[in-house]
């Protein structure tokens, strides 16, 4: 579609070598803003596809039901945190693997819960990438296994996507559309759950205060607000365990 797109204002065959030369420019200038424009568009339409996935798999964990629509429009609200949060998470692992990839790898792990802290906790840009750090921590060898589980079962429908873009020939485009909305999905729906299972390991555990049982005076049923009480304050009984 994009090769279409682009011959189709700067057709370069029929032209004599000095004429295809005067159209380069043209040309490319062409290609640039069409793949600018395919980048922006994905760019758009995924953002809003994985805001809206997560806000459904957080609904459904939380609340055991879940709204299409509703998430829909509270992901569109989310556009700007989640293009800035996508952005400096892209710059980050781009410079993290121009230093001979370990260091983009251990990045990517480390900040790869970013974006549903910005969409659960409403964290801000830079917060995110605090809290993910926090949640992945000491979990790094677990979080780096799950990740290459996830993407060896992203290969099979991205293997299939492949294929089908040479199988169904001017349906093509269609096809790979078709497919790669059904498997897309589970990366933030991965993402969710794996962040609340991290959530719930960090959490602070609520250690709940032993609690006495309630003593009554035997004589009059008065209660028995201190555990060292001797007497009771209503008609002055003795509670003191009797001796022998």
């Known amino acids: 579609m994009i090769t279409t797109a682009i011959q189709t204002p700067v057709p370069l065959t029929g032209l004599t070598p000095q004429e295809e030369l005067a159209q380069l420019p043209g040309y490319f200038e062409s290609l640039f803003l069409v793949l600018g424009l395919v980048l922006l568009i994905s760019w758009i339409v995924g953002s809003l596809a994985t805001a809206t996935a997560v806000r459904l798999t957080s609904e459904e964990i939380e609340k055991g039901e879940a709204s299409v629509q509703a998430s829909f429009k509270w992901a569109t609200s989310k556009l700007p945190s989640v293009w800035a949060v996508s952005l400096l998470y892209g710059i980050i692992i781009f ?5 001979l990839y370990v260091p983009g790898i251990i990045l990517g792990i480390m900040f790869s819960l970013a ?4 969409l659960i906790e409403n964290c801000g840009v830079l917060d ?6 926090v949640l992945v921590g000491h979990r790094w060898s677990k979080t780096f296994a799950l ?4 993407g060896l079962v992203l290969l099979v429908p991205a293997v299939a996507v492949d294929l089908a873009g040479t199988l169904f020939g001017p349906l093509n485009y269609l096809a790979v559309s078709l497919l790669s909305a059904l ?19 960090t959490a602070p555990q609520v250690q709940l205060a032993p609690t006495s049982a309630v003593r009554f005076c035997p004589s009059c049923g008065e209660p028995v607000t201190e555990p060292n009480q001797s007497f009771c304050r209503r008609c002055g009984n003795n509670l003191r365990p009797s001796q022998g």
């Open 147 to 150: 990740f290459l589980i996830l």
């Open 95 to 99: 410079f993290g693997f121009l230093a």
């Open 115 to 118: 974006l549903p802290a910005v």
């Open 183 to 201: 498997y897309i999905p589970m990366i933030p729906i991965f993402l969710t759950v794996y962040y609340y299972s991290n959530v719930a390991r």
């Open 128 to 133: 995110s990438l605090g809290r993910s750090r």
